[in-house]
Nanobody, 120 residues
C-alpha cells in the first residue's frame, strides 16, 4: 500500500492551499485516513481525520474553522482544504491511513510528506 500526497507549496498569510492524498495498492477496505503535520523542532501532531464509513471527522482546535477534511471513497482519497493560512501552519504535512489489506489484516500507513510554507 502506498500513500501519495500532493498539493503543498508556498502561500501567503490568509491564503489557501489544498492537499490531496491517494491510497493505492492492495486495499480491501479503508478504515480511516487523516492528516498530520510536523513543524521544525516540534513533534508530529494530528490535524484532521475522517472515517471512511461514517464520514465522521475530527479537526484539531488549532485549525478548526479554517481547515476542512473530505474524502472520496471511490478513489481511496482524502483532501485537506486549508483556508486563512497562518505562519504557524508552516510544517511538513503527512497523510496517514488505517487500511485493511485483507478481511482481518489492518495496518497503518504513512505518506511521504508534503511541505507547506506560509510566508509573505
Amino acid at each position: 500500500v502506498q500513500l501519495q500526497a500532493s498539493g503543498g507549496g508556498l502561500a501567503q498569510p490568509g491564503g489557501s492551499l489544498r492537499l490531496s492524498c491517494a491510497a493505492s495498492g492492495r486495499i480491501f477496505r479503508v478504515s480511516g485516513m487523516g492528516w498530520y503535520r510536523q513543524a521544525p523542532g516540534k513533534e508530529r501532531e494530528v490535524v484532521a481525520i475522517i472515517f471512511s464509513g461514517s464520514g465522521y471527522t475530527n479537526i484539531a482546535d488549532s485549525v478548526k474553522g479554517r481547515f476542512t477534511i473530505s474524502r472520496d471513497n471511490d478513489k481511496n482519497s482524502i483532501y485537506l482544504q486549508m483556508n486563512d493560512l497562518k505562519r504557524e501552519d508552516t510544517a511538513v504535512y503527512y497523510c496517514n491511513a488505517n487500511i485493511y489489506t485483507d478481511r482481518d489484516a489492518l495496518d497503518n500507513y504513512w505518506g511521504q510528506g508534503t511541505q507547506v510554507t506560509v510566508s509573505s
